[in-house]
């Protein structure tokens, strides 16, 4: 069975600051996404960030990117720039690609100061 | 608008009693999920449907029940059976492999 694992339940930094949130997930599949959410405190859930296991290139949106290591199976995101409106839970989330069975991590609190 | 929706936003059942959350999507896909929030475990996978007529457990299925009839409908049952049924609901819907999730707003749930 797969499982995706976020070691840090809080974390907090500076506005302006840069900030990395890790996953590790495990699978013995080959054919999968990843996936980070953003739930601020309305708890609408909001995609950030995906990445296809196919690719070996980091995906980037903006501010936010990651660094994908398959072989360790490592998936962190790293949020540069941090803004006050980054304040929330993230999700790490792995999606099967033969079941489409979609798992998430238990949740990084990210606080952010002025 | 496309989109999923969830209802009610707040629902309160007495202990013993079976209750439904709705949950429908317009967006015209294909998978959809049942999500289980509580304080400090993240999202957990309750039921999840790739095709209507189909759906697979996750991995706390036991105390509730699915149906998918409609490729726009997977209404939630949590029956007396689930022990503790008060918590967060999050229902989701994508396409098939490729895509991420989209999200309703959630139903929460208290039972007394």
């Known amino acids: 069975a797969q499982t995706v694992t976020q070691s840090q339940p809080e974390m907090s930094v500076q506005e302006a600051e840069t900030v990395t949130l890790s996953c590790t997930y495990d699978?013995?599949?080959?054919?999968?996404?990843l996936f980070w959410y953003k739930q601020p405190p309305s708890r609408q859930m909001i995609l950030v960030i995906r990445q296809e296991a196919y690719k070996q290139q980091n995906a980037t949106e903006n501010r936010f990117s990651v660094n994908f290591q398959k072989a360790a199976k490592s998936f962190s995101l790293k949020i540069s720039d941090s803004q006050l409106g980054d304040a929330a839970m993230y999700f790490c989330?792995?999606?099967?690609?033969?079941?489409?069975?979609?798992?998430f991590g238990t949740g990084t609190r990210l606080q952010v100061f002025p | 608008d496309g989109g999923i929706t969830q209802s009610p936003k707040y629902l309160f059942r007495k202990e013993g009693q079976n209750v439904t959350l709705s949950c429908e999507q317009n967006l015209n896909h294909d998978a959809m999920y049942w999500y289980r929030q509580d304080p400090g475990q993240g999202l957990r996978l309750i039921y999840y449907s790739q095709i209507v007529n189909d759906f697979q457990k996750g991995d706390i299925a036991e105390g509730y029940s699915v149906s998918r009839e409609k490729k726009e409908s997977f209404p939630l049952t949590v029956t007396s059976a689930q022990k503790n049924p008060t918590a967060f609901y999050l229902c989701?819907?994508?396409?098939?492999?490729?895509?991420?999730?989209?999200f309703g707003q959630g139903t929460r749930l208290t039972v007394v």
């Open positions: 699978t013995s599949e080959s054919d999968y996404y």
């Open positions: 989701a819907s994508s396409m098939r492999v490729r895509t991420e999730a989209f």
């Open positions: 989330a792995y999606r099967s690609g033969d079941t489409d069975k979609l798992i």
